[in-house]
């Protein structure tokens, strides 16, 4: 049964022929064009690119490594049959002897031949290895960026325990912070590790994953439980836990309290979210007691502002003397980056370089404390409009103080753009009467027809992505002709903010005197007692911003995809 069960095919039958052709001795490319002969027409390297996609994902990689096993089985014999052959030979002959009463003698010169063939074939064969599993990798050239030779060096030798990380998109940082964070939990037996971020609700999709990620990379899936549900990784032989904490109040850290021994290497992700070195402290007195000597590593992305806190406390540091660590997807290997990628940086290099250099540079490129710095206030002409092809609409819901809101938005990829031309909102409205009004918003005539005349006006079913917080209003909503659907929003806050200050934003105060008002006022949080802004974004004032970040909250989960696949 055992065997049957590793000999299970593929649901997709496209998949499987993929696993028997690359099994049979196909190059990747031969076994998904043999698998997907439509992909011919295909360039070679995005080919190359789809193959490599689908050997890391869990399911094939399974059954590529049981068709292997059963190759093998049945390309060699196993040291079970010559030891099956070999006592079949000597029960025969004692067999023989006895039915024979002790007549006739044992033929000793067979059993001798066999016994020597066995042996034979005994020496020659390999020793039975267990079930396949990926080595513990300990060339760490082959899985982190060289942007990170220096600190794993310093790690490795003792020299260093704290170390300020900085760099754009794809550079690396999360991934090295992740691999030394499990070599730490294999080479210091007696210690455990946390991985800690400003905001609960991130950790699953992020430093969680990355974790499991840096696992697997280093072949050590076997040797660690890591159940989802509790998002607390557990070393099986020794019983060291990796935490992963949620810092909304800092004060919550003690709960990161190990059952012996102490946290030995802590890592803050995307400390910019952080309000400042004062809280970080805090999480770290809490986290690290007990230690003689904790390894501390500090990883973000910088944000836009030059005034931002995180940004000031790198100069300062290089200031001081110590060294900082920058990194860029630049001098990452392509190939781990992917094509896609490297076509989407290239394609933002051209379109608008000040936001390519924030992105994927990781240069801050602006002052203040105002969050928008890039917004264009001017009028939005009708010919204009009669243009757009690209429209998103967004709602957030509210009662009273607070208002409902609604946004209509035009984006423009190629420009890196966004025009933002009619809002709607006020108190107390009732779901079917919001309805009514964006069923309105969203009528409009389609031009002339074909005889010279306008087209009548026409009802356009755009959907509307809604604030998740409320699906009543949402069904409500849609039972009225509305097409609303949730957001998505959860956990994506900040990178949907991140959206909006990264494109040229253009808002018609005229038509959107709400949305003006509220993107003019919008600035970073600021600590009184340093007078530095935070990374924090404000919460309140932002009913028709919050509108504006649904409606392209599919645009910003694309863009944002390339951050949890492993090498960021």
């Known amino acids: 049964m055992e065997a049957a069960a590793k000999d299970t095919p593929l649901a997709n039958p496209r998949r499987e022929r993929y696993c028997q052709e690359r099994v049979a001795g196909k190059t990747q490319r031969q076994a998904m064009l043999a698998a997907w002969p439509d992909r011919t027409r295909w360039k070679p390297e995005t080919v190359d690119n789809k193959a490599c996609k689908l050997e890391a994902e869990d399911e094939v990689k399974a059954r590529l490594a049981a068709l292997k096993r059963i190759a093998a089985e049945k390309a060699t014999t196993t040291r079970a049959e010559v030891l099956a052959g070999m006592s079949e030979t000597f029960n025969a002959g004692i ?23 066995g042996k034979t074939l005994l020496d020659a064969l390999p020793e039975e290895q267990p079930e396949e599993r990926g080595e513990f990798t300990r060339d760490f050239a082959l899985l982190i960026g060289r942007d990170f030779f220096r600190p794993h060096m310093l790690i490795a030798r003792g020299l260093q325990t704290e170390f300020w990380c900085k760099g754009g998109r794809g550079s690396l940082k999360s991934s090295w912070a992740s691999i030394e964070l499990v070599n730490h939990i294999e080479t210091h037996p007696g210690e455990h590790a946390a991985a800690v971020m400003k905001r609960k609700n991130s950790l699953r999709d992020a430093v969680y994953a990355q974790v499991v990620w840096a696992i697997h990379e280093m072949g050590l899936d076997d040797e660690y439980e890591m159940p989802v549900s509790t998002l607390k990784i557990r070393k099986k032989s020794t019983g060291q836990l990796i935490f992963f904490a949620g810092c909304d109040d800092p004060h919550k850290s003690k709960g990161l309290k190990p059952p012996f021994g102490f946290i030995g290497f802590l890592w803050f992700e995307e400390s910019d979210q952080f309000k400042g070195m004062a809280e970080i402290r805090t999480v770290r007195q809490s986290a690290a007691r007990g230690g003689a000597r904790t390894i501390v590593v500090y990883t973000y992305n910088p944000p836009r502002t030059r005034d931002n806190w995180a940004n000031k406390e790198a100069d300062r540091r290089r200031d001081a003397g110590e060294e900082v660590f920058d990194s860029c997807y630049l001098d990452a290997p392509p190939e781990w980056l992917g094509a896609q990628f490297i076509a989407d940086a290239e394609e933002l290099k051209e379109t608008d370089p000040q936001a ?45 103080p607070d208002p409902w809101a609604f946004t209509l938005s035009e984006w423009q990829p190629g420009q890196h753009r966004v025009i933002t031309f009619a809002e709607l909102g006020g108190n107390k409205v009732l779901p079917n009467k919001a309805a009514e009004l964006i069923k309105s918003a969203l009528t409009w005539s389609d ?34 002709g509305v097409r609303a659907e949730s957001a998505g929003k959860g956990g994506l806050r900040d990178m949907s903010y991140r959206f909006l200050q990264s494109v040229t934003w253009v808002i018609d105060p005229g038509r959107c005197p709400n949305l003006a008002r509220e993107v003019r006022e ?23 911003i919050d509108a504006t970040r649904y409606a392209f909250m599919d645009v910003v989960t694309r863009r944002g995809a390339y951050k949890h696949a492993g090498r960021e």
Do not use: C
Request: without cysteine; aromatic residues 12%.
């Open 356 to 400: 390519y250099a924030h992105e994927y540079l990781g240069e801050p490129v602006g002052y203040g404390g105002q969050i928008f710095d890039r917004v264009e206030f001017r009028e939005v002409t009708d010919e204009e409009i009669a243009t757009f092809e690209r429209l998103h609409a967004g709602q957030d819901f509210g009662w009273f």
């Open 522 to 544: 919008a600035e970073f949080e600021m600590d009184e007692a340093t007078g530095e802004y935070s990374g924090d974004y404000p919460d309140g004032n932002d009913h028709w």
């Open 447 to 480: 031009g002339k027809g074909p005889d010279g005349r306008d087209r009548p006006p026409a009802y356009h079913r755009l959907r509307v992505l809604s604030d998740d917080a409320s699906p009543d209003q949402i069904q409500a909503q849609r039972d009225e």
């Open 95 to 117: 067999s023989r002897i006895r039915s024979a009463g002790g007549d006739k003698p044992l033929d000793y010169t067979a059993v001798n031949a066999v016994t020597q063939l």
